[in-house]
């Protein structure tokens, strides 16, 4: 079992930036990769940004990379996101994930990942 706590989220000015944080807890041996994903009102459940653990390599979402930054802290085991430049089309749920069954590369589909924290809310004006 994983656990996962996201926070971080807001309202913010098009343009700004915010920065979500996920505690991991739980059996974090087992992970394989973390991953940010999104979902806005009428949308399916994208992935946006992703990290294997083994090796840290990250993975981006075209339409974030360059704007977003996925990295974790192993000694607090946290993964963060922090998103500059952002747009009204940023807005949207957010959700931390955990993807332990899997090896390999990471996945950017969200059934492919078996444990998720409760999402928070992050909402760009123009």
């Known amino acids: 079992q994983v656990q996962l706590v996201e926070s971080g989220g807001g309202s913010v000015q098009a343009g700004g930036s915010v920065r979500l944080s996920c505690v991991v807890s739980?059996?974090?041996?087992?992970?394989?990769?973390l991953g940010w994903f999104r979902q806005a009102p009428g949308k399916e459940r994208e992935g946006i940004a992703l990290?294997?653990?083994?090796?840290?390599?990250?993975y981006y979402y075209a339409n974030v990379k360059g704007r977003f930054t996925i990295s974790r802290d192993t000694a607090e085991n946290r993964v963060y996101l922090q998103m500059n430049s952002l747009k009204p089309e940023d807005t949207a749920m957010y959700y931390c994930?955990?993807?332990?069954?899997?090896?390999?590369?990471?996945?950017?589909?969200?059934?492919?990942?078996?444990?998720w924290g409760q999402g928070t809310q992050v909402t760009v004006s123009s």
């Open positions: 994930a955990a993807d332990t069954s899997r090896r390999g590369a990471c996945s950017y589909q969200a059934r492919d990942y078996n444990y």
């Open positions: 990290i294997r653990i083994n090796d840290d390599r990250k």
């Open positions: 739980g059996y974090i041996s087992s992970l394989n990769c």
